[in-house]
């Protein structure tokens, strides 16, 4: 082998061994080796919950545990329960509390108090020998910052693994059960438990949903602001480092999916770095079930040199952090005798996920004045509290009910969002005005209800003459109006009659209704010069084939049925032959039925509908635009407080009239506006030029976003769509500050954060910040600038990426002690993690940080992750 051949060989073999060892760093181990049980009692006061049902511990908190061995255990394990109180400050001696679990002592368990003071607590099942409670105390004390984290972490990933654990076991009982209702409860489970569903698994055969929806299960967690306020609401300096040295790892490839993959290999790096040659700790997560803590592992225990020593975290003693429940729809009316009444609910997926909300009820008034409270209870897969309406019997309710849910959460009483109910009583049915004689019997027929409240119908069935009753589908499409699919494909000309049933009324509610026969008519074919679709108006439309004018052929497309007919949509088969169609031709149309019969129709070529060019246009940005400090790179982008200006030239017709208009419109058509001579958006240049000026802001007020599109609008016709510009809302960005390290991340401060798409450091987006969706904070971490600048995504138009302003403002480096403490850092262009949601909340400052933003910066409401993976470093 010559010296080229052996150097090539060494290169590929450094590489794969590289790669090899990314990967095998990259894939956590699972917890799933089961453990020890734990049995665990909290009492505060008089009153003791199971752990399950305890959320956080308070000082004086009376803690029982027990361990659950059995009666074959060969193996002794001392348990210690140990207090923690900062990641700067270690615990005294007398914080530490042994159990010899195979002791007659220990076998009615450990009780002991929460000390004042303490922030954590840690249990701990070490084989015993000789001198192992010293030799625990001892790694404790010494260094209690890297045990403060990990209680942390593992409190985390027990809450997260929570959510994934209801998730699975209801998606495996829905396939083993009913694999066709996975559609439907898969996007309610998603939405209660904040587990990301791929939607294309939706689109699959029933029988391939379930394993597509539990591929990558770590990868399911959405990151969930409640339970990480719950966990670091005590965090200091060292621990807000945590989850973004956690996710600059490469192993972190899901985004924001990935908070708990962040904290199993964060408590993997600490452990790693305790293990000596008599012990190494090992993570317990517990599975709540109860008063019992079932132990779950990813690591195999050694009762041989080094000893594993089992670490499992009890809540964190903190201030209560109740959950930001709230309704999907606080609009949304509800049937308070519906017997199967869900309310839907979303925001704290721990609620569904843990005992931690127990004892709840929804409280109605009664219209006596008095209350009644219907037991409720968290179901993720009907998306909200199920209520048992069975409790009311026969309580006498106003028409109209104001309900609320409260209960307990934890030790403390919560009260829940409020919602708006109805009873069900005899009221007035209507056909909707538009739907007047619009039922034409040998098809199905599409009929709109309408009463004062729809919430609490039950049923609608159809009764035709002979007293033969059908059922019909409906769905609710307004609070007051009910949509109908009648099988009339049978049914005689003549009365029918719906029969209309509520939840908890006696008798259904008759509602009469007329059905027509009608033969198919063929009044008009309207169509433009240029067009290549026209407009077919008459009855029984939908038995039309087809349609050809001069050797062109239409093809039916869109059908509308109104009161006064039919209007079916027709469209050229060939788009380039309806050229022919020149104003003013006139002849006979040949409309083809699908029966084969052919029908002749007088038709006329009207006059080409309005067109304009566009000539030009500027922006006259506001002089608040500025402030935003961001520097719009795409000539395309309008901003919203920005006026626009721009001239067209008339085409057709080929002079401007007095009365003609411009309508500019967003491209979903939420939002519109016209622009005209007599309103002052429109001056005549002359006859065929004219010039337009469109202020967003007051013609669409502060929720329009994205494409605007213009038309001319003459005679009452309407010209094509045509592109104007890109409506994009601006943040505020105030201010950049970051360490003078350049491997940490740097915070960016501002107002409407939510209008950020993501943030990069380079204008490649190699590694951008992604800012999750309604994002509330005024702060967020962000990657240090490579070039001195910051790069921006708006969120109104992700795809054109903009500069920044703003100046970074350099912090003092960290001083020589807190250097020395520094945990390993990645290279400098690594992603920040998810910051703490503190729920509003500053967590207080550390003297011990490395990272000076941490040290000034309060915990920012939020989470804002890395949008892709990174190579590492080595």
């Not at 048992?388 to 403390?412: K, P, Q, V």
């Not at 005209?676 to 429109?682: F, K, M, T």
């Amino acid at each position: 082998m010559d010296m080229t051949s052996r150097y090539r060989f060494l290169c590929v073999a450094a590489v794969l061994a590289l790669a090899n060892a990314v990967t095998t760093y990259a894939e956590p181990a699972p917890f799933d080796l089961a453990g020890p049980v734990l049995d665990v009692k909290v009492t505060r006061g008089t009153q003791t919950l199971p752990i399950s049902e305890v959320p956080n511990l308070a000082a004086g908190d009376r803690l029982w545990i027990k361990a659950d061995f059995p009666a074959t255990q060969s193996a002794h394990y001392l348990m210690v329960a140990a207090f923690m109180r900062g990641s700067t400050n270690p615990p005294p001696a007398n914080w530490f509390f042994p159990c010899e679990t195979w002791s007659r002592k220990c076998q009615d368990g450990l009780s002991v108090t929460v000390p004042q003071d303490a922030q954590q607590v840690l249990v701990f099942l070490a084989p015993a020998t000789g001198g192992d409670f010293k030799t625990l105390v001892s790694a404790v004390r010494g260094r209690p910052g890297a045990f403060v984290r990990t209680s942390q972490d593992l409190n985390q990933a027990t809450l997260d693994r929570s959510r994934l654990e209801d998730y699975l076991r209801a998606i495996h009982a829905l396939n083993a059960a009913s694999p066709a209702k996975l559609k439907e409860a898969a996007p309610l489970l998603a939405r209660s438990l904040a587990i990301k569903v791929d939607d294309k698994c939706l689109d699959r055969i029933p029988e391939l949903q379930a394993p597509c929806l539990m591929q990558g299960q770590a990868s399911l967690i959405l990151n969930d602001g409640h339970s990480t306020s719950i966990v670091e609401s005590l965090t200091t300096g060292p621990a807000s480092d945590l989850a973004m040295e956690a996710s600059f790892t490469p192993q972190l490839s899901y985004g924001y999916y990935s908070p708990y993959i962040a904290s199993v290999l964060d408590i993997a790096r600490i452990f790693d770095s305790f293990r000596s040659a008599q012990y190494q700790y090992i993570p317990a997560l517990g599975s709540q079930r109860g008063d019992q803590l079932a132990l779950t592992l990813n690591t195999p225990p050694s009762f041989h040199n080094p000893k594993s020593v089992l670490v499992l975290a009890l809540p964190a003693v903190e201030q209560q952090q109740l959950p930001p429940l709230h309704a999907v729809d606080p609009k949304e009316i509800y049937c308070a005798r519906k017997t199967s009444l869900v309310l839907p609910v979303e925001g704290a997926p721990l609620v569904f996920s843990t005992g931690y909300a127990h004892d709840v009820k929804l409280s109605l008034a009664g219209k006596d004045g008095k209350f009644i409270d219907l037991p409720a209870k968290a179901d993720a897969e009907q998306g909200g509290f199920v209520v048992d309406t069975s409790a009311l019997g026969t309580a006498i309710l106003g028409d109209s009910i104001h309900g609320s849910l409260h209960g307990y959460w934890g030790f403390e009483e919560y009260n829940g969002p409020s919602f708006q109910l109805v009873n069900a009583h005899a009221q007035t049915w209507e056909v909707a005005p538009r739907d007047d004689g619009a039922l034409i019997v040998g098809r199905e027929g599409t009929l709109h209800l309408q009463s004062a409240s729809v919430s609490c119908v039950d049923s609608i069935m159809l009764k035709d003459p002979a007293g033969k009753e059908l059922t019909a589908e409906w769905k609710t499409v307004k609070p007051n109006e009910v949509e109908i699919k009648l099988p009339l494909q049978e049914a005689k000309p003549g009365a029918l009659t719906l029969l209309v049933t509520q939840y908890g009324a006696d008798q259904a509610q008759p509602v009469p209704v007329h059905a027509f026969s009608e033969a198919g008519h063929l009044d008009s074919f309207a169509i433009h010069a240029g067009d290549a679709q026209g407009v077919l108006k008459g009855s029984r439309l939908d038995t039309v084939a087809s349609l050809d004018l001069k050797g062109v052929t239409f093809v039916p497309g869109a059908l509308s049925t109104h009161q006064s007919g039919d209007e079916l949509s027709m469209v050229a088969q060939d788009s380039t032959a309806a050229a022919v169609l020149k104003q003013g031709d006139s002849g006979s149309a040949k409309v083809t039925l699908q029966d084969g019969r052919v029908r002749a129709l007088s038709t006329f070529v009207e006059a080409p509908r309005p067109h304009v060019t566009l000539i030009g246009k500027s922006m006259q940005p506001s002089s608040s635009s500025n402030d935003s400090n961001i520097q719009l790179t795409n000539q395309e982008q309008l901003p919203q407080d920005a006026k626009l200006t721009f001239s067209v030239r008339t085409q057709s017709p080929t002079v401007f009239a007095f009365d003609e208009k411009i309508e500019v419109a967003t491209a979903d058509a939420a939002f519109s506006t016209a622009l005209s001579l007599s309103n002052g958006g429109l001056t005549l240049v002359d006859s065929k030029v004219a010039v337009a000026t469109l202020d967003p802001a007051r013609a669409f007020g502060s929720s329009a976003f994205g494409p605007l599109q213009f038309r001319v609008i003459a005679n009452g016709v309407a010209g094509d769509w045509q592109r104007l510009a890109t409506l994009v809302r601006l943040p505020v960005l105030k201010e950049l500050k970051c360490p003078a390290t350049p491997d940490l991340a740097c915070k960016l401060s501002g107002s409407n954060l939510f209008l950020v798409d993501s943030v990069s450091s380079d204008p490649k987006f190699a590694h951008p910040v992604q800012v999750p969706d309604g994002f509330p904070g005024y702060a967020l971490p962000v990657p240090h600038p490579i070039d001195g600048n910051l790069y921006v995504k708006l969120r109104d138009d992700p795809s054109v990426v903009n500069s920044t302003a703003l100046g970074a403002q350099l912090l003092p480096p960290p001083s020589s002690e807190e250097a020395d403490r520094a945990p390993a850092r990645h290279d400098a262009h690594a992603e920040p993690a998810e910051p703490a949601n503190s729920g509003g909340k500053s967590a207080p400052a550390s003297s011990s940080t490395n990272n000076p933003i941490a040290d000034q910066t309060p915990a920012v409401q939020g989470a804002v992750v890395p949008a892709q993976e990174r190579q590492p470093t080595g």
